[in-house]
Each structure stands twice: as C-alpha cells, then as structure tokens.
C-alpha cells in the first residue's frame, strides 16, 4: 500500500469511480460526502468516512474536490468545515470539478496565503471514462505541483496534460464542452435529416462512423439518440453548468460564440421542461419537437 495520504470530497456520478480507483491502487483514503449513502461503496474497500471537508483535510496530504459548481467548491473549500480549516501547510489540494476559471485563480491565490497548493484538474469521459480511468485530465496549476500528482492521475485517465498555470485547467474543460455542446446538436441534425429525408438513420450513422464526421459523440450520443436511451453519463444539468460559463467567460472577454450560444438553448429548453437528469444526448428530443420529426433506431 502506498503511504500518501488522500482525501476526497464528492462522491457523485464522477467522484464516486474515480475516489474507488484511487483506494483500489492500494492509497490510504479519506473521503466525504453530503449525503452518507454516498460513502458506502468506499467505506466498503477501506476507506474512512468523514463528517466535513475540514475533516478530510486533517487526515490528508492531497485532497480531491469532485463537486457540481463554483458555489459548491467554495464552501468545501472556504465554507465553516472547509478545506482550508483543516489542512496541514504544504497540502495539495486538486479540484476535477468543472467551474469558473476565475473563481479557480481566486481559490488558488486564497490558499496560497496559508501555505496550500492547488490544481484544477477537471475532466472529460464521462462516468464510463471515471469507471474505466480512461479520463482526459486537464490540469492548471505548478509545474511542481503537477509533478507531484502525476502518479495519481496516471491511474485515473490516460490523457493528462499540464495546459498552463492556475485556470488554464478549466479553460480547457470549457473548450471542451464548446466542442462537445455543438457536436451533439450536429449530430441530432444530421440523424434528423436522415429521418425526415426517409433513409434510415442508424444507417447514416454506420456510414459517417467511418468518415471525416466520425467523433466520440456521434458514436456514443449519435447510438443514445437513436435509442432514445437518455440514462445520464452526463447530466443535462451539468452541461447546461458549463454551457452558462463558457457564455460567461465569452462575455468577459468580448468574445462571439454563437454556435455555443444555440446549444445552450436546447439546453435551456431540456431544463425549463423538467429533463434536468437526462444524459445531454437529449438535446436530440428538443431538436425532435421543432422539427415534428420522430427520432427511432427502426428509421
């Protein structure tokens, strides 16, 4: 068993496999959730529960945040039981959460002033990626520091790159979701049109899988929409999360991205219609409603 200590705080769709990989690489594990169900699956290989963050804190040297937004990393971190009551000087502390660039460069700065290091860390791969540590890890921070988490990401994901300093992290995740936010609306035009021109689109799909339009999304998201299968490997509320502040971080700086701006309308509709705990794949039913076109793997 190695001897680094680790904690972690979150255990929801993501944190949860990624914090069970890390026991499972042998690592003394501290963990802590809001809801303590959530800690079962851990505490079951090993792991102690802790009532705080703060708690977790004490016990680690290199603590994990995996937690749904900006507010929420700022109350683990900052809030009456947070991080930074808790944890011993020289501690790391690495956010894989998906939040603001600029609160990431404050949160660091922040820690900073009593002797703690930070990461932003987020990822890409969705639960299937977190299972299978198969994860793009994308990392803002030290050069040192990084150095120094290398062995842990290692076992998380297979794509890790040091992009830049605190923030560029999360600069990254937004690129990402840029990408990926477009790529699903594409992908249910493109199934769309098949349906409506009277080609099968499940065919179509077959087809493109081998060309120039291939891509992760139309392969995993392109089969989800087909099947109308919209069990979350990444929630539409989270999406619609990072939607908002790649639109925030456009505005601030005066930049257009229109074609983000249309996804996150679809977004928009699947939240106002209550479909906040679908996979984001189902921004193809919002896409089904304006064209009157059903969507069926049968075509």
Not at 117 to 139: C, F, N, Y
Not at 166 to 177: D, L, M, P, R, V
Not at 215 to 223: A, D, N, P, T
Not at 233 to 252: C, M, N, P, S, Y
Request: charged share 15%; net charge neutral.
């Amino acid at each position: 068993m190695t001897s680094t200590k680790i904690g972690f705080i979150g255990l929801g769709i993501m944190g949860q496999p990624i914090a069970l990989n890390l026991r499972k690489a042998g690592y003394p594990l501290w963990v802590y959730a809001r809801r303590p169900e959530m800690m079962q699956p851990l505490t079951a290989v090993g792991a102690t529960a802790c009532t705080s963050p703060q708690a977790v804190a004490q016990q680690s040297e290199i603590i994990f945040i995996m937690v749904s937004d900006t507010a929420d990393v700022e109350q683990v971190i900052l809030g009456p039981d947070g991080i930074i009551h808790g944890a011993t000087s020289g501690s790391l502390v690495i956010d894989m959460s998906s939040i603001a660039a600029s609160a990431t460069r404050t949160l660091a700065t922040t820690l900073a002033t009593v002797g703690l290091q930070m990461l932003d860390a987020p990822v890409s791969g969705g639960e299937k990626g977190a299972k299978e540590a198969t994860l793009s890890i994308m990392v803002g921070g030290k050069v040192e520091q990084f150095e120094r988490a290398w062995p842990l990401f290692q076992i998380l994901g297979q794509n890790i790159v040091h992009v830049g300093n605190h923030g560029a992290g999360q600069i990254a995740k937004t690129c990402n979701q840029v990408l990926v936010s477009q790529t699903v609306v594409a992908v249910g035009e493109a199934l769309l049109l098949a349906k409506a021109a009277g080609v099968n689109p499940a065919k179509v799909r077959q087809a493109l899988l081998g060309g120039f339009a291939n891509s992760k999304i139309l392969e995993v998201h392109g089969q989800r929409m087909l099947e109308h299968d919209f069990q979350p490997g990444f929630k539409v509320k989270l999406h619609h999360k990072d939607i908002r502040i790649a639109l925030q971080t456009a505005h601030e700086l005066g930049l257009a991205i229109p074609g983000t701006a249309l996804a996150a309308q679809n977004l928009n509709a699947l939240m106002g219609s209550g479909h906040g705990e679908l996979d984001s794949a189902a921004m193809v039913l919002v896409q089904e409603r304006t064209s009157t076109v059903q969507l069926t793997e049968k075509g």
